[in-house]
């Protein structure tokens, strides 16, 4: 009897997890949690929790296959109730950024030669004007970090979130964004020293903004920065995020 | 007797009935009366913790499926023929299995147990333990290219990795007793033949959801603490500390344990800490993590006796310590 109450409950619990995914896989809010190459993982696994929680609600046929030796009366409420949280969470929550707070404790990641895919060294570098999108970001910064000393003055052009240290000056800010490779929990920060009037721009909102390159510093590495001319306010986008693609064979 | 079954019931059609009522509704009503934005910090520890949990829940369940297949297709004797029986040879052994073995750490802890349940010797249970995490071709590929510019990380982590298995394996053959596996309460077919073919299937989907569900319990824990610790902690401060050989590998070794991130993704996270770091640091933090940390710890809670995961805790750090010592002295010298 007990049992059986246990094994219906199991089956709702797995039930209510693969409506979670699917929720959030439907309104598109689950590749803000998990990257794209992720997301098979998760959609097997509502599959998975779908069909077998249908083959524990089923009615079993009594005496046949339980015997009372699994009787595991303590405590049921505590070791399921557990499983509500993720579950009611994927339910109610609807915005998945992280907060400013937050990724000023993260700090933006030291940047350096990563996950690039072989581009002509300079491409972006010595061109006339740079615009930067989701498909060039990591190659231009790559680009404009080997090349410091050449990119006195080249004209850019940039989207991202407008995020703050408590050393900043009022004059200072950093255009960012936010990139992961597998989940929210390993979200890293890259984005570019901004100076100039930015007072009235405020944290965390989108800008595109234009302005010029030159060598500068961020906690004592050499980094580009980005002497303000215009901004523009813009909507944040539907794809926040960057998603560090790692291709083994290609 | 029928009112008990009927309470029972009843409690499960509401939950059903709440279930459905949030499934629909949940964040059309719920953001209006309880707004977020208020709790910044509880509401990231939220966020993380549900990327936590989806990422890891599709292999957590995998390693379930796996657990109970080995549980009930595969027989002892099988496995006893598998299993070289001199020790060093068993720890070569399980090292080539995790090659194979396309797993990380959230699915290979039921494994494990299941498999010294059916009499694989403990100390090639720890090797897969130690080596399958990092040993395979994703951790390969991201580790690569994070540290593009310096390979050392790479060979590095593969031959730390497997020298701790090694020194792991021969240290539990040693001293460590052979009772480790903690006999779950749960088992309720072991021992009970079903000679019917479609019981067995039951059965298997019986122990499936079980073994998710004891080992998933656990994991949320554990996945809550990380958050919490990934909000939380200020990662700006340590750089200080991070040109101190001993101290700074030290405090990775911490990092890693308490971030609890994915072995396939952590080399990036490892990556922005390059800078403030050195190398042999930044291999405690490689090495350590995937073998241990806040998640896998309680997934072990779950799955092995405390005094074995206590002694499995002190071993493996002071192994990856003192390796990642000598290693970080080696490669400053350039002698990688």
């Known amino acids: 009897m007990k049992r059986f109450f246990i094994q219906r409950l199991e089956g709702l619990l797995l039930l209510g997890l693969g409506l979670m995914i699917f929720k959030l896989y439907v309104s598109g809010y689950l590749t803000k949690l998990i990257a794209p190459k992720m997301v098979p993982y998760a959609l097997a696994a509502l599959f998975a929790f779908l069909v077998i929680s249908l083959l524990r609600m089923k009615k079993q046929k009594q005496g046949e296959q339980y015997c009372d030796c699994g009787s595991n009366g303590e405590s049921s409420v ?77 004209e850019i052009e940039i989207s991202g979130f407008i995020y703050r240290e408590d050393t900043f000056t009022k004059k200072q800010m950093a255009i960012s964004r936010l990139s992961m490779s597998c989940c929210v929990v390993d979200a890293t920060l890259y984005g570019y020293m901004v100076n100039g009037n930015v007072e009235g721009m405020k944290t965390n909102d989108w800008y595109t903004i234009t302005g010029t390159l030159k060598k500068g510093s961020y906690k004592g590495e050499p980094v580009p920065v980005i002497d303000l001319k215009e901004s523009k306010k813009i909507k944040a986008p539907e794809e926040a995020y960057l998603y560090e693609n790692v291709q083994i064979i290609q | 007797m029928l009112l008990k079954r009927y309470t029972g ?26 707004d977020f934005s208020d709790y910044p910090m509880l509401h990231s520890v ?108 790479l060979y590095g982590r593969i031959i730390l990795c497997v020298l701790t298995a090694i020194i792991a394996g021969l240290f539990i053959h040693i001293f460590s007793t052979k009772d480790v596996v903690k006999e779950d309460k749960v088992e309720l077919v072991q021992g009970h033949e079903h000679d019917i073919q479609s019981s067995k299937w039951t059965s298997f989907i019986d122990h499936t959801s079980q073994e998710f569900f004891m080992v998933g319990r656990y994991f949320i824990i554990g996945a809550l603490f990380a958050s919490v610790f990934q909000v939380f902690m200020d990662r700006s401060v340590m750089a200080d500390i991070g040109q101190a050989p001993i101290k700074g590998t030290a405090l990775m070794m911490g990092i890693a344990f308490v971030l609890s991130l994915c072995s396939s993704a952590d080399a990036f996270v490892a990556a922005s800490f390059s800078h403030s770091f050195l190398p042999g640091s930044i ?23 405390r005094s074995f995961v206590v002694t499995y805790v002190l071993l493996i750090f002071a192994v990856v310590f003192s390796l990642c010592l000598i290693a970080g002295g080696l490669i400053s010298k350039g002698g990688f």
């Open chain 1, 78 to 154: 505590l070791k399921y109730g557990l499983f509500f949280l993720p579950i009611l969470l994927g339910f109610i929550l609807t915005d998945f950024t992280l907060s400013g707070e937050v990724l000023a404790k993260r700090g933006m990641a030291k940047q350096q030669a990563q996950m690039v895919s072989s581009y002509d060294s300079g491409k972006h570098a010595n061109g006339e004007r740079i615009s930067v999108t989701d498909d060039n970001y990591f190659e231009v910064l790559d680009d404009l970090l080997n090349n410091l000393d050449t990119i006195e003055g080249k």
């Open chain 2, 9 to 34: 019931n009843l409690l499960l059609l509401i939950l059903l009935f709440l279930l459905l009522a949030f499934f629909f509704l949940g964040d059309v009503f719920i953001p209006k009366a309880i």
């Open chain 2, 46 to 153: 939220f966020v993380v913790f549900l990327g936590l949990f989806l990422e890891s829940i599709p292999f957590l369940f995998l390693g379930a499926i796996a657990s109970s297949f080995i549980q009930l297709f595969i027989s002892e004797e099988i496995i006893q023929r598998m299993i070289p029986k001199r020790p060093l040879t068993a720890i070569f052994a399980a090292v080539a299995a995790a090659l194979i073995i396309p797993v990380c750490e959230c699915a290979i802890i039921p494994v494990v147990r299941r498999l010294i349940q059916k009499g694989v010797p403990v100390h090639a249970g720890v090797v897969l333990l130690v080596t399958a995490p990092i040993l395979n071709v994703i951790v390969f590929g991201s580790t690569y290219y994070a540290f593009q510019n310096n390979p050392s990380i």
């Open chain 2, 283 to 305: 291999l405690g933090f490689l090495v350590f993590g995937p073998m241990l940390d806040l998640k896998n710890v309680l997934i072990m809670m779950s799955c092995f006796k």
